[in-house]
């Protein structure tokens, strides 16, 4: 297939030019830092968010706990099977790097895709993905990752490596694979990590042990979990 339209004077090919063309003037520490930024920079901060939102995770409620857990292993998975799902897209869409097809870029990573296609973006799709999977878990940290990912997709533009329109399909494709799938995910997840958070052993990846002072006999003999939480005692009942 030969892909979108990558020649020609069309506002994708455009803003390529406008974008990488900063490049030209900028000094060469800042291109380094823009190629580190978006090949390790961008990619070690969401993970680091995505520690930090399980390390508050912890400490939530049981039901708040599981559900940001089971969260928070669905966003590397979705990611996963975002790049997956890129493969054969590639090779379908067949795109050509935009320094194939035009001249007088500033390619800041010469020995990048020499060979491979240009849509979309893994490393959007990936960034984007983990945001929005992190988003699901934590509203404020996944704006964050999102600010991110559209910083990454920035930068991909910038290094001469990827067409706008490259990004955005990025973005698109990992959005959707996280967003559309998640009810299937979170209703296979949460089960399993429920059964971790009751783990004597296991448990404290879910949930922190908690160290807050007995109830009165009164209070813990009339406490009832919170809706759609149900104690060990109840679910053997059951």
Known sequence: MAGLTSSGPNVDVSLLYDVNGLA???????????GLVGAYGIPLALLLLVLWCWHGARRQDECTAVESFA???WAPLAAALALLVNVPLRAFVARPRPFHEHGGLEVLEPDFGQ???SFVSGHATLAMALGVGLFLANRKLGLIGIGLALVEGICRVYLGVHYPTDVIGGFALGTAVVLVLAPLAM????PVVRAVARSPRAGRLVRAK???????????QTQTPPPGCLTHESDLAA
Do not use: K, N, Y
Request: charged fraction near 20%.
């Open 24 to 34: 030209r003037h900028a000094p060469a520490g800042v291109d380094r830092a823009v």
């Open 71 to 73: 969260a928070l292993v």
């Open 115 to 117: 060979r491979d296609f």
């Open 187 to 190: 209703a296979l997840l949460t």
């Open 210 to 220: 908690s160290r807050a002072l007995p109830l009165p006999v009164d209070l813990a």
